[in-house]
């Protein structure tokens, strides 16, 4: 949880000549209290909150000027203000790639409430599908755009926390911030 003198840092890091080169999206690395993200996106669309760095060139800097430059800075705006739990639902246009069943274990990770978790098993239900529950958690683990589309309240049936892409500590600083208890 961050107090309201802290302060996430943001930083840029700069383009290597082995990632390829993509003209319509960009990323930039921002930090927040559960590890630095990588922010993808294009001119009209966020296509990924990343654990990892992604083979897209880098924004040089943010021109406010530049459609893709803005949506990033509106990404980190709300990213703030949802560790500063001034924000429990994100509002940014957001694109996914993915397969259908796919896309169907995203958008349902979406209608779960800020606050509270649900099991693998709960999710391949959710989506009519009970006993792809192991294929619904691949699916949870592959979501493009982690914390806002809310893949780790997704939790073992027993209450563990089951995995995350960004590692555990991360999800666990997650559920914190939303003021959910999971076991270990």
Known sequence: MMSGNDQLKCTNSVKTSDMAQSPEKMQWKFATPAGPVFIVASHRSIHGVYWKKQPISFVRELDSQKPTARLIQRCMKQLNEYFFRDRKKFDLPIELEGTDFQK????ELQRIPYG???SYAELAKRIRRPKAFRAAGTANGKNPISIIIPCHRVIAT???LGGYAGGIAAKEILLRVEGTQAAK
Do not use: I, K, P, R
């Not at 169907?104 to 958008?107: E, G, L, N, P, Y």
């Open 104 to 107: 169907s274990v995203w958008q």
């Open 158 to 160: 027993n209450g563990g």
């Open 116 to 118: 509270e978790t649900c």
